[in-house]
């Protein structure tokens, strides 16, 4: 069963009882919710549509970033949900895998909601008939055993690089300050 607004609406509520000062942030995405009920996880929802991400950590505190071929940027892995996505944890893992061939069975996420929920507005791409919209990305945390001699291949389609970066060359905030003190062991809500 694709994601539904139920699902969205259940992770955003449980999201702000441990982050209530991001309520008036993430306000934009409650209201797009009720507006668009289970839209909201199609790519076609213009008003916003919600993305999911995976933040891996290595136990050296070092961080996977991707370069994004299309935007020319240096961000963690992540993308649109799909059909097929019964979660938004699931599609995180889904877009770790696609985009870097790391397998769900080499992660563990940290927690089972989301250690970060990010609006931001994405411009619009006449080539692919898309209007300026809202991501509304859901960010994961997991932790792998992966060393630095392990390969990555990467979905070249949509990925020219990746890099391991320690957590505090991230400069979004609070992304930065909260992959940081998981890497020094801190604990996240479950």
């Not at 993430?26 to 008003?47: F, Q, T």
């Not at 950590?57 to 370069?67: A, N």
């Not at 979905?155 to 003190?181: N, Y």
């Amino acid at each position: 069963m694709p994601i539904t607004a139920q699902h969205v609406r259940e992770t955003l509520d449980a999201y702000l009882t441990h982050h209530p000062d991001e309520k008036e942030a993430l306000s934009v995405l409650s209201e797009v919710l009720d507006e668009a009920g289970d839209s909201i996880a199609s790519r076609k929802e213009y008003r916003g549509h919600v993305t999911a991400g995976a933040a891996l950590l290595r136990s050296d505190g070092r961080v996977l970033t991707i370069e994004h071929r299309a935007l020319r940027k240096w961000l963690l892995p992540g993308g649109h949900v799909e059909a097929s996505d019964t979660t938004l944890l699931d599609a995180a893992l889904r877009e770790l895998e696609e985009e870097t061939s790391i397998r769900s069975d080499q992660v563990e996420p940290v927690s089972l909601l989301p250690f970060h929920i990010d609006a931001h507005p994405i411009p619009a791409s006449p080539d692919k008939g898309e209007d300026a919209h809202q991501h509304f990305d859901f960010r994961y945390l997991f932790r792998t055993t992966l060393d630095e001699d392990e390969t990555v291949d990467l979905q070249e389609e949509e990925v020219t690089a990746f890099s391991w970066q320690f957590a505090d060359m991230l400069t979004a905030e609070p992304l930065r300050s909260r992959v940081m003190a998981a890497a020094r062991g801190g604990t996240l809500p479950t």
